[in-house]
């Protein structure tokens, strides 16, 4: 049974930084794309940055580029979502996901849809 959990969140001031962090078990974890999204109150589940399974790869929205940067450590089957200069505007439900597929190495998925398996999420609050 593939699980993801998500931890790291926080609430946190505008400025601030917060690292998240999801593992992964059930599967090889190395084989596939890793994803982050949010989901802000009354809207819709949004991308926020992929990874390619062997890092050579990343995509981010243009909301988050350069302040969030996303890594992967294959080695301990976790994706990492390191987020600094943090917004009011960020403040939502952070979800990481993995695909179902495991497609070529160089690929990065930024569609909602090519993503399979999803965590519960953690709280990111920024107060300003």
């Known amino acids: 049974q593939v699980r993801l959990v998500e931890s790291g969140g926080g609430l946190v001031q505008a400025g601030d930084s917060l690292r998240l962090s999801c593992a992964v078990s059930?599967?090889?974890?190395?084989?596939?794309?890793m994803g982050w999204f949010r989901q802000a109150p009354g809207k819709e589940r949004e991308f926020v940055a992929s990874?390619?399974?062997?890092?050579?790869?990343?995509n981010y929205a243009d909301s988050v580029k350069g302040r969030f940067t996303i890594s992967r450590d294959n080695a301990k089957n976790t994706v990492l979502l390191q987020m600094n200069s943090l917004r009011p505007e960020d403040t939502a439900v952070y979800y990481c996901?993995?695909?179902?597929?495991?497609?070529?190495?160089?690929?990065?998925?930024?569609?909602?849809?090519?993503?399979?398996?999803w965590g519960r999420g953690t709280q990111v609050t920024v107060s300003s």
């Open positions: 059930g599967r090889t974890f190395s084989t596939y794309p």
């Open positions: 996901a993995s695909t179902r597929l495991s497609y070529i190495r160089s690929y990065s998925p930024v569609n909602l849809l090519d993503y399979y398996y």
């Open positions: 990874i390619s399974r062997d890092s050579i790869s990343t």
